[in-house]
């Protein structure tokens, strides 16, 4: 490490507000740790994830910077959540999975009760990864399905099949572990019954748990430049925006509870790991473009995965970007990132886990979109409204 | 003393970019003004805007000594700009000099600006040197050019010098050729002090810089000197030439050129084209200079209300150092407090918008350009309108007047069919053509000031393919069928968005501002309606629908940073917009009004 700050260091509690005493968790030692591994088995059109396809040759490179990176923990961190995700994670080799595992298990021992999740994509769920994963104690499969329409799929540029998703989720189910499974929704040229669909047999795929994202283009993927050049006809927002609200009125209807934006869960099943995000919480993280925040220091990793390794090779910091954050920005985030879950802040428990009140940080803006009906003030709680819910990022800036 | 028959007094003038600095350099270099080591590239164009750009803004006067057949001269050298914009600052210029170097580019050969300041100088009574420079260049029409200037400006072609001020060859003979045929200042050492001032600027520790040219007499250090038209009295601290820095001396005298400094710290007192005497018994004032004409005005307004004295503050800064621009406090109910600002031309609006953005911390909205216009109303009154939002009702106008200016365009002779056609597009009148060699013709049309300055240069160059120029200078105000169309946002009036057109163009500018705007102004949780009008007259309407959708899907650790900076960043936009009833419009919303509606 020669210039950035140490990034898995427990950072020392700075208090910056001498007269505020926050009790808020990123003060801790995180509980919390998100492990990215970078492969897959090709690169999806829509995608912009942090990845490298046809490139299994790094896979070795990877597991040795990945283990670097880690022994700068200097000792084991018990946490209570742990997710390896991607890329593909089940796209290592058994040999590599099984020493990615190791590895991480060292470094990251499951307290009691945790939750271990790991990311697959539906086609590599085969016997010998999956006996792998329970005997490492994963109680979480987090499927790439998408969807369960063949056309769909193809649209996606998806190497799985509908068949694939359903013998993975059976033998997930043998191994005893929870089954999340995301889906994409206003794909072009999808209809609101091709969704309609998917999301009646998500609910009977036995999945306790649905992630559903609006398909976006980014910048710099295949599907932004077909779109760009007309070869590609996004959704209409109308359309786009009933299959939302399809999502959500099925789901629930269905018994799930809708937590937060994109997410679903049947009761006692929501994703510990990701609240940790939207409710402030410390999180370590390893791999290329892994994000982490220790203390009030958030930093993210470089995001080429070569780079990544390079520089953890040369005794080289692995990290981009850094940013120390305020108790303020952190009682920011806190506010920004804990309205995305449905039942909202606690207006009398906020004030203490940040050292500030609610209305002191944002008061006009709440006000006012309180009044335009996009947020509720009810029973204690701040919280989106469905209104607020469908146009919440046209919100977020005037709070931040 | 130094004998009067030893100075010289000349300005560089000509087209932009065709060479005048370089020369400058050339000259400051073979008379060891500056060192070898301190030569860059058109020196005296050392302010940073002029640096960027690659052109001169501001006149700028060097003394020089230079031995000629065995006697030592001073010359005093005004380098002059050449864009259209700067005229003023050239007759300024032109009126401390007995001679002016007319150069001309032996490529591109006679510009419209060539014909102006040629016409300029010669108004001046000035010995005028043609020169055509750049013959190093491979595709130099020296000899054709020496035809053109003969044949479009009455001068001999085997009087025009010739010379390369990027090689530095015949440089020597034009200097030779300033002390043989310009003539030496003529002035009075004896009589009493009488000095014109030609330019000044503030420096934040000295006060106001005077740059003065002695008539006749003599001025010393410490004496004390009056400013004849505010009748102010001042001891001179300093005095000197530009060489090209300040060079502090005992005296200036009849003839020469140099700078005062007064230890004025009150701006009012200097005023350019002011005459500086005794205080006892003094001299006549000099004629002074005409005033600058604005052509154009727009508003400028601090994004943040609260910097409004910030923004006062730094216009009055750029004032001291530029009297052809002025401003006044106005306001506007989309946009608050601001001030309604007068500029030379557009490069001049542009470049005083960059420098307070450059020197101020203050975030600007702009409002679009508009020339003067002047109306007399049915109750008798005659009304100088500078904003559209002072045009009256229709009922009240007795008559509307706007500005016409002549404009010389010239230009190969192969191109004069679509320049005609652009100028009757645009309701020009047909003036004259004239051949200023076979292929070369300069075509004179009147045009509405308005015309000329939104888009005609930028029509010309493509309509020429780049060959053509055009000068302009104005005739006056003529009636013509203006009216004043108003645009709506979601049902309010925005004043800063109005605009004064032809009644036949309304309808295109209509539909184009509406158009345009609904592409600047973002999608609102409501529907939002554009409308332009004609008092109550709705002549177009365009509607930005209501945002329905706007979530982000996918949120967790890595995403976090991510999204924050682009809030934060959305955010400090949505700050610097302006809201009327609850739309925001962006800044750039405010410039939409230029949008002319396509070819014509
Ligand atoms: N080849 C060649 N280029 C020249 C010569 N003189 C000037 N230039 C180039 O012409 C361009 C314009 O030169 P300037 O000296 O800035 O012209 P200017 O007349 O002062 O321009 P403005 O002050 O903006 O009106 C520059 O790129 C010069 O290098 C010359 O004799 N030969
Ligand atoms: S499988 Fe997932 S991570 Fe991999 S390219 Fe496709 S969308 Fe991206
Ligand atoms: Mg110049």
């Known amino acids: 490490m020669k210039t950035e700050p140490d990034p898995l260091k427990p950072a020392a509690v700075v208090d910056e507000s001498p007269n505020r005493s926050p009790d808020f968790s990123p003060h801790l030692p995180p509980r919390a740790t998100y492990i990215h591994v970078p492969f897959c088995a090709h690169r999806c059109g829509y995608c912009n994830f942090t990845l490298v396809a046809d490139r299994e040759d790094l896979i070795p490179a990877y597991l040795h910077a990945l283990e670097t990176e880690l022994q700068l923990l200097e000792q084991p961190r018990p946490v209570d959540t742990l997710y390896i995700g991607g890329g593909t994670p089940t796209w290592l080799d058994v040999d590599s999975l099984q020493q990615l595992l190791q590895i991480v298990l060292h470094w990251f021992p499951p307290r009691r009760q945790a939750e271990f999740t790991v990311e697959a994509n539906p086609a590599d769920v085969t016997p010998p990864r999956m006996a792998l994963l329970t005997e490492a104690g994963v109680t979480r499969l987090s499927l790439g399905a998408q969807s369960f329409d063949p056309t769909k799929l193809r649209t996606l540029e998806r190497d799985h099949t509908a068949g694939d998703i359903q013998r993975a989720v059976q033998l997930v189910r043998q191994h005893g572990q929870q089954i999340a499974l995301d889906l994409i929704f206003a794909v072009p040229s999808e209809t609101q019954s091709v969704w309609q669909d998917d999301l009646d047999r998500a609910v009977r795929s036995g999945a306790s748990h649905l992630s559903t994202y609006g398909l976006t283009y980014e910048k710099g993927t295949p599907f932004w430049t077909r779109r760009y050049k007309g070869q590609l006809r996004a959704a209409a927002e109308e359309d786009e925006l009933a299959m939302y609200l399809t999502a959500i009125d099925t789901l629930t209807a269905a018994g799930f509870e809708h937590y937060e934006i994109s997410n679903f869960a049947r009761p006692g099943c929501k994703s510990r790991h990701n609240e940790v995000y939207w409710t402030g919480g410390g999180y370590y993280a390893a791999g290329p473009g892994a994000a982490r925040l220790v203390g009030n220091l958030r930093q993210s990793n470089h995001r080429s995965t070569t780079t990544y390794i390079r520089r953890l090779a040369s005794g080289d910091s692995p990290v981009a970007e850094a940013e120390r954050l305020s108790a303020e920005e952190l009682a920011r985030e806190r506010l920004l990132f804990g309205l995305r879950r449905l039942e909202g802040i606690d207006e009398a428990q906020f004030p203490q886990q940040t050292g500030f009140q609610i209305d002191e940080l944002a008061g006009p803006a709440v006000r006012h979109y309180v009044d335009q009906g996009l947020l509720a003030r009810q029973d204690g709680r701040l919280r989106l409204t469905r209104q607020g819910l469908v146009v919440s990022d046209s919100i977020w800036p005037d709070l931040l | ?600």
């Open chain 2, 1 to 600: 003393m130094l004998d009067l028959k030893y100075i010289r007094n000349f300005s560089i003038v000509a087209h932009i970019d065709h060479g005048k600095s370089t020369l400058a350099d050339r000259f400051l270099q073979l008379t060891g003004t500056v060192d070898q080591r301190e030569l860059t590239e058109q020196m005296l164009d050392d302010m940073a805007l002029e640096r960027a750009r690659g052109i001169t803004i501001k006149a700028r006067a060097v003394t020089m000594h230079y031995e000629h057949q065995g006697q030592m001269y001073e010359l005093n050298l005004i380098d002059t700009p050449g864009h259209v914009d700067f005229h003023y600052e050239v007759s300024r210029s032109l009126a401390c000099c007995e001679g002016a170097l007319l150069l001309v580019d032996a490529f591109q050969g006679v510009e419209a600006q060539t014909v102006a300041n040629a016409y300029a100088a010669m108004e001046h009574n000035l010995e005028i040197l043609p020169v055509v420079n750049k013959i190093d260049l491979t595709h130099a029409r020296t000899d054709e050019v020496c035809e053109e200037i003969e044949q479009s400006l009455g001068f001999d072609a085997a009087d025009v010098l010739r010379c390369s001020a990027k090689s530095g060859a015949g440089v020597d003979q034009v200097l030779a050729a300033v002390i043989d045929r310009i003539p030496p200042p003529e002035g009075d050492l004896r009589e009493r002090l009488q000095a014109m001032v030609f330019d000044s600027h503030y420096d934040e520790y000295r006060g106001a810089i005077t740059y003065i040219r002695v008539i006749n007499g003599s001025i010393r250090k410490g004496q004390k000197i009056k400013f004849l038209r505010t009748g102010s009295v001042h001891d001179v601290l300093e005095l000197g030439h530009f060489r090209p820095r300040r060079q502090p001396s005992q005296q200036l005298q009849a003839g020469q050129v140099g700078y005062l400094i007064c230890n004025i710290k009150e701006l009012g007192h200097v005023h350019i084209g002011d005459t500086v005497s005794t205080v006892e018994d003094s001299a006549l004032p000099l004629p002074g200079y005409e005033e600058p004409k604005r052509m154009v005005y727009c508003g400028l307004y601090p994004s943040d209300g609260e910097n409004f004295e910030e923004l006062r503050e730094a216009l009055q800064k750029l004032a001291i150092n530029d009297p052809s621009f002025e401003f006044q406090p106005e306001t506007s109910d989309a946009l608050g407090f601001g001030f309604r600002c007068g500029f030379l031309g557009l490069l001049h609006m542009e470049i005083i918008q960059q420098r307070l953005e450059q020197e101020s911390d203050v975030d600007l909205v702009q409002t679009a350009p508009n020339v003067t216009y002047e109306v007399d109303t049915q109750d008798g009154r005659r009304l100088t309108i500078h904003t559209p939002q002072d045009v009256p009702d229709a009922g009240e106008i007795e008559e509307f007047r706007q500005p016409v200016v002549r404009v010389s365009f010239v230009l190969p002779g192969d191109y004069i069919g679509p320049v005609m056609k652009l100028c009757e597009d645009r309701r020009g009148k047909y003036v004259r053509t004239e051949y200023l060699s076979p292929a070369r013709a300069m075509v004179v049309y009147d045009l509405a000031l308005a015309e000329v300055i939104y888009d005609l240069y930028d029509k010309l160059k493509s309509a020429t393919k780049g060959f053509g120029t055009m000068d302009y200078e104005l005739l006056g105000y003529f009636p013509a069928d203006l009216v004043r169309l108003d645009i709506l946002v979601g049902g309010n009036r925005v004043d800063a968005l109005s605009i004064i057109c032809d009644r036949a163009d309304a309808d295109r500018r209509g539909r184009a501002v509406v158009k345009k705007l609904r592409k600047e102004i973002n999608r609102h949780m409501f529907e939002v309606a554009l409308q332009a009008a004609i008092g109550s007259r709705v002549i177009a309407r365009e509607t930005i629908s209501a945002l329905r959708k706007n979530v982000t899907a996918k949120c967790y650790g890595g995403d976090i940073s991510r999204k924050k900076k682009l809030w934060a960043k959305q955010r400090e936009g949505k700050k610097r917009m302006k809201s009327v009833g609850s739309v925001d419009i962006p800044q750039k919303a405010f410039l939409a009004v230029l949008e002319s509606g396509g070819e014509k």
